[in-house]
């Protein structure tokens, strides 16, 4: 592999791509819609690096991270790829948009996957003229530190890109489990559906944010708690994945008037400084 791909650059593409420049000795290109979500991908990966740098990493090797990153608006810069992950924002038309323009760009058999926290891989793969070869590999965040990649067989998919997504996912020393192509795959369909409870019992003044946090860490045993989760996650994509689960599989996903509020107020979670919790500044 000597040319790895990345189309988004915010929080999860941001992460998959330092997650490739630390772990493979090969090129990231990561492309951006514009200048400033160009610059603002870079910052994100540069924050990366510099916390590892702060703990320690020698410059050496940070400084190889870094090389390893070129940065571009243009799609057309993925012609040479070896292999593309597409993680931009959660949606249906958006993503068989991208995958489309990747499918002309980047020869097959070559990899295409999907960061996708639940929609269709057959949906997505149906925008191409080879579906063969477009996979989701769902990731988690952070990226860097969370070992789980859910890897999604779309109708299409064949058994050499199921064995190319994993032997990737291994390089990067991540796990995977293997999930056939269903609304919201495995680990999305129940986080969201606790997730959606959650808020529910928040609109309905059944308990603060911080005890049902507190319940379900104390109670559950979980390291963090929902509102903790959402603010990870940023309400905003939260709120994208809730619509597109609520579009397939009904009620139980319903998106909650209360996150849209929080998204129209600018309320996004850690990024912007404010979510369900306030932070010191956006992270
Ligand atoms: N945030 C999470 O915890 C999480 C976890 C797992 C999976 N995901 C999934 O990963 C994907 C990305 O989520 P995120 O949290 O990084 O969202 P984000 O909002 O942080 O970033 C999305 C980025 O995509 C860029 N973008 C939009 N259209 C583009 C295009 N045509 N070409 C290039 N870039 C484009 C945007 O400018 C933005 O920077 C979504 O499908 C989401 O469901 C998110």
């Known amino acids: 592999m000597r040319t790895v791909g990345v189309v988004g650059g915010g929080l999860m593409g941001a992460g998959i791509a330092f997650s490739v420049a630390t772990k493979m000795d090969c090129k990231v290109v990561l492309r951006e819609v514009s200048a400033n979500a160009v610059s603002a991908a870079k910052q994100r990966f540069d924050g990366m690096v510099q916390r590892a740098a ?10 190889k991270w870094v090389s390893r990153m070129q940065y571009t608006t243009e799609l057309d810069a993925f012609s040479q790829a070896d292999m593309v992950v597409e993680a931009v924002f959660e949606n249906l038309e958006l993503k068989r948009k991208v995958f489309a323009d990747l499918d002309r760009i980047v020869p097959a058999p070559k990899l295409l996957c999907s960061n996708t926290s639940g929609i269709s891989i057959s949906m ?3 925008a191409t003229q080879h579906p063969e070869r477009v996979i989701g590999t769902h990731f988690f965040n952070p990226v860097s530190v969370m070992k789980l990649v859910e890897i999604v067989t779309g109708l299409a998919t ?11 996912c291994e390089q990067l020393g991540k796990e995977t489990i293997l999930v056939r192509d269903f609304p919201g795959f ?23 944010a911080e005890d049902i946090d507190r319940g379900m860490r104390l109670g559950y045993n979980y390291p963090i708690g929902p509102f903790e989760l959402i603010d990870l996650i940023g309400v905003d994509t939260e709120l994208r994945v809730m619509q ?7 009620e139980t996903f319903r998106p909650s008037p209360l996150m849209k509020s929080m998204v129209a107020a600018g309320h996004l979670g850690r990024k912007s400084g404010r979510g369900f919790y306030e932070y010191k500044k956006a992270e």
């Not at 702060?54 to 400084?63: F, S, V």
């Not at 597109?244 to 009904?250: Q, V």
């Open 244 to 250: 597109s689960m609520f579009e397939e599989m009904g």
């Open 124 to 126: 997505i793969g149906g």
């Open 158 to 168: 064949s058994q050499e890109t199921i064995a190319a997504a994993r032997s990737f």
């Open 186 to 208: 495995v680990v999305t369909r129940i986080g969201q559906a606790m997730m959606a409870e959650a808020v529910r019992c928040l609109e309905q003044g059944v308990a603060s």
């Open 54 to 63: 702060k703990k320690g990493t020698p410059a050496e090797l940070t400084d």
